[in-house]
């Protein structure tokens, strides 16, 4: 977004509304252990900071998995898909139409295709004509296939879908869900559920991603058809780790938390993809993004392979990305890559237009409060023209700039808005709408999701009842102090550690994402020089007075109006990088915060 002059002055009258950062450095005691091995003095730090006090915390072996055994009835499901696997049954996989369905859809396509299954599809809900999940509509779609299903499967869905699995029952379709979503009130009659989060699960981590619990599920499966005898030498029995890369990709896309049993599976599969073994799409996806499959990191999952999958399902139809994944040739699959790219060129357009529409709407809704221009504590936001495949972004972006729990909507038609939510630290998005929900009998037409993000559909009519109820809730659960945006660093990086060989040792020491941050650090530097690269990114050059040596450094979507007025001294929060431009390689800082000195 470009800062013109009338973005600027709306900053300024904005000031007294904004929580600006607080930076807090953590600072945790180093155990015997860490400070007694080999790591990098900063890696020893950094992993103090994350709760690690073992190096067997950051030794990632798939020994270390938590057994599939703990899953509830994963036995019966497996049982169930081997049955159908052994007698030929015609298996159809419903998926979801974000990154983490992608690529469960993808897992579980490929593992059933190896176990030697002969008839298996897949069944994508377009979010613009049926929305999310194994919906009546979509068991009747399914139906009338050419090749009907005697064996449906979901992924990273159906642990709400009452009335779906109802009608696929009533049509004789036994349905077995894998989900993680939270669990309502009431489970669907399904024939299985493997959801870590339904009641009565043991299993430890629940933050497992739907690409995990298919992964799961298929391990389970596995194991059945071995004790069956099913593999031979002309039915070689397949190696599971070949599809973690699969599952590495959808974890971080999905933004789960990144517990030990996760960061398992991702720096996995991120390490057979740097060793070239890799399939197609997550292959082609990084090429025409520039990146080099031999550095492929958690962060390229995150910020560039995820963002151009999830580009088919916010703006077309999923299918493109999961065709992406499921090819073998890498000639289709970077056919595949670039419709996605260009998708998601498209989407941050989309999104770029639909921020500033909301920063104008914010206006008029803080102006329309008191006299004060309180920001309120939840933000709903409702636009005619925002399109219903980006208002998760959006909600996002604004939540980062204004620390509020942000839900946006977009038309659903039929006099129906779908909206998107947001959450920060302290406040469990999924639990609160239902707090909402069983207080205003019929406000909300349907909600799921989880603690940091949810999605719900309304009456168009009911739109200003719910943003008045839920500011109000929101109020009534956070406290003033959880409004406070702070920054936590790892502390100041000491001039010896900044360089490219400390910046590359700590981008692969582990796989970094939700709950296990990417480390960052904050420093006093001097602004040599500045400029605006790209319209709407800053470009400094910045001195450390201890050494006097100058870093370049980028702050990307900040111009000069984020930098302190009249004051060359400024603290950032940055985070080291490489930049590699022409073939010469330099330490890069990307900065998060600026702030007065």
């Not at 897949?122 to 929305?131: E, H, I, K, Q, S």
């Not at 943003?467 to 660093?489: G, H, I, S």
């Not at 690269?533 to 111009?559: M, Q, R, W």
Request: proline content about 4%; charged content about 25%.
């Amino acid at each position: 977004m470009v800062l013109n002059s009338g973005v600027k002055e709306r900053s300024k009258n904005m000031s007294l509304d904004i929580n600006h950062s607080t930076i807090i450095r953590r600072d945790s005691v180093i155990s015997e252990e860490l400070e007694n091995s080999e790591l990098h003095p900063l890696l020893k730090r950094i992993y103090a900071n994350r709760g690690v006090e073992k190096l067997k915390q950051v030794n990632y072996t798939l020994n270390d998995l938590v057994d599939y055994a703990l899953l509830k009835d994963i036995d019966v499901a497996s049982n169930i898909v081997a049955d159908a696997i052994i007698t030929q049954k015609n298996i159809l996989v419903v998926g979801d139409f974000d990154a983490d369905g992608a690529t469960s859809c993808a897992v579980m396509l490929r593992c059933l295709k190896a176990f030697g299954v002969s008839s298996v599809d897949y069944l994508v809900p377009n979010r613009f004509d049926f929305g999310y999940g194994l919906s009546p509509q979509i068991v009747d779609v399914a139906n009338e296939l050419s090749t009907k299903p005697d064996l449906i499967i979901t992924v990273d869905n159906g642990i709400s879908s009452i009335a779906g699995v109802e009608r696929a029952n009533q049509l004789g379709i036994p349905v077995v869900v894998t989900d993680h979503h939270l669990a309502g009130d009431v489970l669907p009659a399904a024939a299985a559920i493997v959801n870590p989060n339904q009641p009565g699960c043991e299993f430890p981590e629940k933050t497992i991603a739907g690409v995990g619990v298919a992964f799961y599920l298929m391990l389970a499966v596995r194991a059945a058809l071995r004790k069956r005898e099913w593999f031979s030498e002309s039915r070689p029995e397949p190696n599971m780790a070949k599809y973690l890369d699969l599952v590495a990709l959808g974890t971080v896309a999905d933004v789960v938390p990144l517990d030990k049993n996760n960061r398992i599976l991702v720096e996995s599969g991120l390490q057979r993809i740097r060793n070239n073994k890799v399939c197609a799409g997550i292959n082609a996806l990084l090429t025409i993004a520039g990146k080099e499959v031999e550095k492929c990191s958690s962060q390229d999952f995150g910020f560039v392979v995820g963002p151009r999958l999830n580009a088919a399902g916010r703006l077309d139809d999923m299918s493109i990305g999961i065709e992406c994944l499921l090819t073998d040739n890498y000639e289709q699959a970077f056919q595949y890559a670039t419709t996605l790219n260009q998708m998601n060129i498209q989407r941050r357009q989309i999104e770029g237009e639909m921020l500033e529409q909301a920063l104008v709407l914010l206006d008029k809704q803080i102006s329309q409060i008191d006299n004060s221009q309180r920001l309120p504590n939840g933000m709903a936001l409702y636009d005619a023209q925002w399109h219903q495949g980006v208002v998760g972004l959006l909600a996002s972006r604004i939540k980062e700039k204004y620390h509020r729990p942000v839900i946006a909507f977009a038309e659903a038609g039929n006099g129906e808005l779908k909206g998107s939510g947001r959450s920060i630290p302290g406040l469990h998005m999924r639990d609160l709408l239902d707090v909402i929900s069983k207080n205003n009998t019929g406000l909300i037409e349907k909600f799921g999701g989880h603690a940091m993000a949810a999605g719900l559909t309304l009456k168009q009519s009911d739109f200003q009842q719910f943003k008045d109820e839920f500011d109000k809730y929101v109020q009534l659960a956070l406290r003033p102090e959880d409004l406070e945006n702070c920054c936590e660093t790892d502390g100041s990086a000491e001039d010896e550690y900044l360089t490219i060989e400390t910046s590359e040792q700590i981008k692969y020491a582990s796989p970094w994402g939700q709950l296990f941050p990417e480390p960052a650090f904050d420093d006093v530097f001097k602004i040599i020089n500045w400029r605006i690269v790209g319209e709407k990114h800053l470009k400094l050059d910045l001195a450390k007075e201890s050494t006097g040596v100058c870093y370049p450094a980028i702050a990307f979507n900040k111009t000069d109006a984020d930098l302190p007025v009249g004051d060359s001294d400024i603290r950032i929060v940055y985070r080291l990088d490489v930049n590699e431009f022409r073939g010469n390689r330099s330490l890069q800082l990307i900065v998060q915060h600026i702030e007065a000195a």
